[in-house]
């Protein structure tokens, strides 16, 4: 399978510089340049809304002026000038150019039924001959550069850490790409005298874990508005704000196996445990991250129905997770089936339950 993987990479790499020719020799489109938000907001609620007065979201004019309005809603948006009605949202769409500015207030209406809605105010930022986008500052470039470069830089920086892997951890490399290995519950030799939590391979297994995490979460939400815990996919900041939630939550994860372990009586789980943990988690992230690239490739954004495939995914692959831990650590410890239920209702389970209550609420 590293084979594969190797291959398909440079597949990739060869797909993404083409697509680049492509572009810088095609013609300029209608809306041609980078989008640069003024405004971006999600609104979500369970309860109908109240008055009309609670129901309307006012723009401000002072940036409207040659700008561009979009939203995305479950229920019908209305977008109103003083009291003339201007556009109704289409199948939960709306979108609307402003050419001059506005005397009157400038408003959406929004449906009593509706529960979900991502709205933005938007320019757009023509490139120079030469790619650039002169009149913008460095933040606004570098953040620009980013979202054009997005898919290149995640591919080149996954395929990086993975030649550096192979090269210093080849056996572990190889249990993690393996499938005979992931889904076998036999243990390896040395797994009964592993010691240390976090030593060095699993650090830099961590590592990599975090940035795939992090990347994927970034690449889906660029075409779909997921704002992970309020952060949205608008440059290299933002990214690593994700990229620094992923490593607090593993280590967290690792500190609560770490302490469940000792109040269960078995300290030869934890180290264990997170090696485990780390190589299925890896397999499974790894193929959800190329999968997404590869979909991004094919149809040059990522579709809401990939989000929707992805989260169900992560989902089963949780499952299957959690399926292969409990019988590999059963197979380690003394514990019974009973006392082990228990010790994964608490570094698992209810973990997982607190943290979907969270996502969907």
């Known amino acids: ?21 492509n572009l810088d020799n095609s013609e300029p489109s209608a809306e041609s340049g980078a989008r640069l938000w003024h405004l971006r907001d999600t609104i979500s609620t369970s309860e109908k809304w109240g ?71 938007y320019t757009l930022e023509s ?14 470039r570098a953040r620009l550069w980013v979202s054009d470069n997005i898919l290149l830089i995640l591919l080149l920086g996954a395929s990086l850490f993975m030649v550096i892997i192979k090269i210093n951890y080849d056996k572990r490399y ?20 592993r010691v240390r939590i976090m030593d060095e391979d ?67 789980i934890p180290a264990f445990y997170v090696k485990e943990m780390l190589n299925i988690n ?15 490739l094919f149809l040059g954004s990522i579709p809401a129905f990939w989000l929707s495939v992805s989260t169900y995914a992560l989902l089963l692959f949780y499952i299957l997770r959690l399926v292969l831990l409990y019988f590999k650590i059963l197979k380690l410890s003394s514990f019974t089936n009973l006392y082990l239920f228990s010790y994964f209702c608490t570094t698992e389970i209810f973990p997982f339950l607190i943290g979907l209550k969270y996502f969907l609420r």
Request: proline letters at 0%; a negative charge; charged letters at 20%.
């Open 1 to 21: 399978m590293q084979k594969l993987v190797f291959l398909f990479s440079i597949l990739l790499i060869l797909s993404c510089r083409q697509e680049k020719l």
């Open 51 to 121: 008055s009309d007065s609670v129901r309307q979201i006012l723009l401000e004019s002072d940036i409207l002026k040659e700008a561009h309005l979009e939203t995305k809603s479950d229920a019908a948006i209305y977008l109103f000038v003083g009291d003339k009605l201007i556009k109704k949202s289409s199948n939960g769409y709306l979108e609307h150019s402003f050419n001059e500015d506005k005397a009157e207030p400038v408003y959406l209406h929004l449906d009593q039924n509706l529960s979900e809605l991502t709205y933005g105010i």
């Open 127 to 140: 490139r120079s001959q030469n790619g650039g986008y002169s009149s913008l500052g460095k933040e606004e």
């Open 174 to 193: 190889i249990n993690i790409l393996s499938f005979n290995k992931i889904f076998t519950t036999r243990l390896n030799e040395g797994d009964q005298s």
């Open 202 to 268: 699993n650090l830099v297994f961590a590592g990599f874990y975090a940035f795939l995490t992090a990347g994927l979460i970034y690449f889906l939400d660029i075409d779909n508005s997921l704002a992970f815990f309020g952060i949205g996919a608008n440059g290299i900041i933002e990214y690593l704000k994700i990229l620094s939630i992923v490593a607090i939550g593993l280590i967290a994860k690792v500190i609560l196996i770490s302490i469940a372990s000792n109040l269960f009586g078995n300290s030869k």
């Open 282 to 296: 890896l397999f499974f992230i790894i193929i959800l991250f190329f999968s997404s690239i590869l979909i991004y």
